[in-house]
């Protein structure tokens, strides 16, 4: 019995001695474990704040070391959901800017950069700097066709600036440019047109005035151009020669002209000596040439068929006659020809006839002299209603109604 109770005693010691071994253990680890509770709040609370830093959150004031403390653990399962909702939206928010990044990078022709790209954490930073290195090289290229834009612009007419190039309104800026061009090429259009019209003018061939042989073309107007310059002059030349020469003929027929006068009168001298003569002998007259104006000049104007139409104007109603106040009519005197004036007068009546010749004469109408001019008049049809129709070439003279007339109102 005895030793059974050492025994009991020796177990109980040594149950006590373990009890209170695991007890000072148990005590150590619970102060580890309160310290690295501790330490864990503090990271979260740390977490928080970087978290809340530019979110617009404030997570880190709920997620603060007391909030965290070993003794209010109870509050945690509603404390840590809104710091794990949080990183989620984070998370959401880097896959969204990434995946934006990514759109934007081949927007720009950048291909090569994914979404996945921007989001690991080995690889954003390079991709944003390609990113921003191709974005600064695209501003670049962009800013330096927009200005050379303005340049060509410029030299087209047309007042546009980068600004407006840039603004919403760019459209308009490019329709000013559209309205130049469409101007300019109106304009070569045109003055092609031009150049053509001239070089067939001048006589040549239309150039060609393609945009290879542009200006080969307009050297060829320019050449067409200088030889008509070239035969004008020469022209110009013979023109004035020709007048020196035709007023030295006409030097020379004054003189003849007067030498006949001279001769003329000599001649009528003689004539009318001649008269006086055979009255005195009391041998046969000789005939007197016909006078100007005289009743049988007037009727060699018919026989003669002096008169004809030579142009019909139906549109203002009138007609042009060969007849005017250089008219002359031929008279035989002896030897030589008579030139004789039969003095047509302006107003007179004169007969308008057809086939004259065929023995069939046709009676037209009567036409009025309205002006008498050198070598030919302008008539008016009397009968414009009851008259046949006047025609070129048909034969015009005077009745003898109205020569008796014309003879009357001479005297």
């Not at 050297?219 to 200088?226: G, I, K, P």
Request: aromatic share 6%; net charge positive; hydrophobic share 40%.
């Amino acid at each position: 019995m005895k030793g059974l109770n050492i025994f009991l005693a020796v177990l109980i010691f040594v149950l006590a001695v373990t009890s209170a071994v695991f007890s000072f253990f148990l005590f150590e680890k619970r102060a580890q474990l309160v310290k690295g509770y501790g330490y864990l709040g503090k990271q979260i609370e740390d977490a928080s704040k970087v978290l809340d830093t530019n979110s617009g959150t404030t997570l880190a004031a709920k997620l603060n070391s007391n909030a965290l403390d070993h003794g209010k653990s109870k509050d945690l399962p509603t404390l840590l959901p809104e710091f794990i909702s949080l990183t989620t939206e984070i998370v959401k928010e880097r896959d969204a800017l990434a995946t934006s990044l990514s759109s934007i990078s081949s927007t720009l022709e950048k291909r090569n950069l994914s979404a996945a790209n921007f989001m690991r954490l080995d690889t954003y930073k390079q991709s944003i700097s390609q990113l921003q290195s191709h974005v600064a090289a695209y501003q670049s290229r962009n800013n330096s066709i927009l200005n050379s834009i303005c340049r060509s612009a410029a030299q087209l007419g047309a007042r546009v600036s980068v600004s407006q190039l840039k603004s919403s309104g760019y459209a308009n800026a490019y329709k000013a440019i559209d309205a130049r061009i469409a101007i300019l090429k109106q304009r070569e259009k045109t003055f092609n047109s031009r150049v053509i019209n001239i070089a067939t003018a001048l006589g040549g061939k239309a150039p060609n005035l393609s945009e290879n042989a542009y200006e080969k073309g307009l050297t060829e107007v320019l050449s067409s151009a200088r030889q008509v310059r070239s035969d004008k002059e020469k022209f110009y030349n013979n023109w004035q020669n020709a007048e020196r020469s035709i007023s030295n003929l006409n030097n020379v027929v004054k003189n003849k002209d007067a030498q006949i006068s001279k001769l003329n009168d000599l001649c009528k001298r003689k004539e009318q000596e001649i008269l006086r003569l055979s009255k005195v002998l009391g041998l046969d007259v000789p005939r007197e040439p016909m006078r100007d104006g005289c009743i049988d000049s007037l009727n060699l104007v018919k026989t003669q068929q002096k008169g004809r139409i030579i142009d019909v104007d139906d549109k203002f109603g009138f007609v042009v006659v060969s007849l005017g106040k250089a008219t002359r009519v031929q008279e035989q005197f002896g030897n030589r020809i008579n030139n004789v004036d039969p003095q047509i007068p302006q107003g007179c009546i004169l007969t308008v006839a057809r086939n004259m010749s065929s023995g069939e004469a046709e009676y037209i109408n009567k036409v009025k002299i309205v002006r008498l001019d050198d070598n030919c008049s302008i008539a008016e049809p009397i009968d414009k209603k009851g008259g046949k129709r006047i025609r070129k070439d048909d034969i015009v003279y005077l009745a003898d109604d109205e020569i008796a007339k014309i003879i009357k109102n001479r005297k």
